[in-house]
């Protein structure tokens, strides 16, 4: 019997682990203390209207004869939810067809999962990343080379940045986790021209799409010509409709992805037919009400409110003089700390009460750098930013 | 760019879809025909008014600010869930810890991705079996030997029927999956000692436990002495509760169980913490409710429902002379046709109206055999019953 050594390699404790652990110290030393988390990147809004009434529809349903549902026809999801999701691709002038959409119970599942259909790939991660894409890669033991983001590029690497070795596999988030930095469509163009060029493959997490403020800059990978020959889009309802804790995703493989002969997306279909029993219905009808004219009327009120929180960190940190990126598309603040960013984030948790996290959790190009979000209450933020400021 | 070769060793087409397919063709060439499905192991009851409760009163909480939940504080589940499962474990005498139960959205997703952890292994599968075991195990390349089950022995395949390869994961599913027939603790105990002997690990999957009628019947592995060294549990909501479209399930590592020094239950917890977000709370709150004393009192309502139905099949059976295993501790009836068991799903699905699951597509053992299930309506077995008999 054998175990996976890959593990071994994984380091000791999930970033977001040490920062529960830290927090939970100080708070058993001061438990009077009024503690402000902007740290774990968690909605803290409920669900809007239109989906509380789903969920409720749904689960009377479900206790009625006629009304239960037993297994998904289909582990991709229900028709009406992939069409919902088409349509919202739509609506934003990217057609996809709705069979080329795969409901998914959010974007980490897959995301991870995805490489279950890949053979051996060199893997390209833009450095500082989200911790879940490297911890994968490490457990399948794929080489995992890295693209430096930085404050010179503005925390968006291109691929000129990359060395000469044939990548297979590249990560782009847009708008990105941690740096709040988005991609503008030229820069998306040369990164599809790159993977045509390398027959690689694209995994672009677009989590954050729904943040994006100004209309020029692209909310997904297909609004760029030669893209569906070489991505994969993966989109979630979690930041866009508060369903961190209600786990509904997508991924969408476009019919003409293919490499050797063999579809991506029938291979992915196959894997999750085996592996994935679909998303519960209830949620999934949930999901569908995200996608109504009304569901996205109210995501989107949901969204202005976090994005309101944003501009009170960066006008704050504007105030202060402190260096940032993102903010405007996004729900991160990416701000320059100018010390060991553990270093920070103790002083922020001890000094301000303040839960921030530490940019250096998220690679070596992180350090020197902070990570806070917009997720909070108005209250809260509105408190932790005049901590931020005050001396 | 390379693709999972392994993929090109899978089958065409997965069992139940093909199935699907000739239903669909049958009824497209007959509108009228009253077609009664004893096929997919699915249920058909409605979930029971203490988990539509459970389920309306945590989609009114995620609507309110102070209700609402974000992630799961632990993609392995709420603490509270866990409890509730241990509980119900000690409620038949089982000890096990609360951190010993991760929750899963469902046995398939855990007893394919579990192989994450594992090295290259040998794999030991019984034959008739659950066909997703087999092609999860194709797409990761491990060589896989069979163990017979068959009339002689009852469909109950012990370890003198293996040969001499030293193999290092073990399937056992009881009630088994096809052919309904349950190992007793003797027989288990077997296998356990197999294991050991070994160094071996058992993937027990208990999804049917709760219809297993005879109290001398194991329902858990870790009844048996030794177990919490050599085995995992996959415990499951699907067929206990009605939740096939709800998804919930449980796995259970023991503390104990290690290969090498390393502890299989944190290395589960690691993959999952990187590759999983949990299950949606609401489903985590009616999966509690299945526990509570009301809701198991209704889920063994719903239980003896359905076993109605296994009764009235193999009475039919009886009638007809015709042979069978399974139906008294088991949803499933695995009765001998007596003919090539795709040529007997033709027969019964345009003579008879009735379709049910050709025992080919479990194994080359299950060739000459053919599954029913329990799960229909009382209405609609008495009269795939009666069907079955007349001439």
Redesign the interface.
């Known amino acids: ?5 890959n ?1 071994n390699n ?1 380091k000791q404790s ?1 970033l977001f ?1 040490e920062i529960a652990k830290r927090v939970e110290a100080y708070k058993a030393a001061n438990p009077d203390a009024d503690v402000i988390r902007l740290g ?1 990147g ?8 239109a ?2 009434d789903a ?2 529809k749904a ?2 349903e ?4 006629d ?6 026809p289909d582990s991709a999801g229900y028709p009406w939810l992939r069409e919902a999701i088409a349509d919202y691709y739509a609506q934003s002038g990217v057609k996809i067809n709705a069979g080329e959409v795969q409901v998914n ?2 974007a ?2 897959d995301l ?2 995805f490489f ?6 060199k893997v390209l991660v833009p450095d500082p990343v989200y911790p ?1 894409y490297v ?2 890669n490490i ?1 399948f033991g794929n080489p995992i080379f890295y693209v430096a983001g930085n404050e010179a590029n503005g925390f968006l690497p291109m691929p000129s940045g990359v060395g000469s070795t044939r990548l ?2 590249i990560y782009i988030c847009s708008p990105n986790n941690p740096t709040g930095a988005v991609y503008s469509k030229e820069q998306l163009a040369e990164w599809v021209d790159y993977a045509l060029d390398n ?3 694209i995994l672009f997490d677009a989590a954050y799409a729904e943040f994006i403020s100004e209309p020029s800059l692209p909310k997904s990978i297909f609004e760029i010509d030669g893209a569906r020959k070489c991505a994969v889009e993966f989109g979630t309802f979690s930041k866009m409709a ?1 369903f ?4 509904c995703g997508w991924v969408i493989i476009p019919d003409e992805l293919e ?2 002969g ?1 579809k ?1 997306g029938k ?1 992915w279909y ?2 999750q ?11 999934q009808r949930a999901a569908e009400a995200v996608m109504s004219a009304q569901g996205l009327k109210e995501a989107r009120e949901l969204i202005a409110y976090y994005r309101e929180n944003a501009k009170t960190i960066t006008s704050a940190l504007d105030k202060a003089g402190i260096k940032y990126t993102g903010g405007k598309n996004s729900p991160y603040v990416w701000l320059k700390c100018g010390r060991p960013s553990w270093d920070y984030f103790d002083y922020l948790l001890t000094e301000k009460n303040i839960v921030g996290t530490p940019g250096a959790g998220f690679g070596v190009n992180g350090e020197g750098w902070f990570r806070l979000t917009a997720f909070g ?1 108005h209250g809260n933020t509105i408190k932790a930013a005049e901590r931020l400021v005050s001396q």
């Open positions: 019997m054998t175990l996976n050594k593990f994984l999930y682990v774990i968690d909605v803290t809004r409920p669900l809007t209207p989906v509380i969920l409720h689960s009377a479900m206790g009625t004869p009304g239960f549902r037993g297994y998904s119970d959010g980490k599942s991870g999962n279950d259909i890949l053979g051996e790939v879940a911890d994968t457990m297979d596999v027959n690689a493959l508060g961190t804790g209600t786990r490499y050797g063999a991506l291979m196959r894997r037919s085996v592996k994935f029993n679909g998303v519960p219905y209830i949620i209450t």
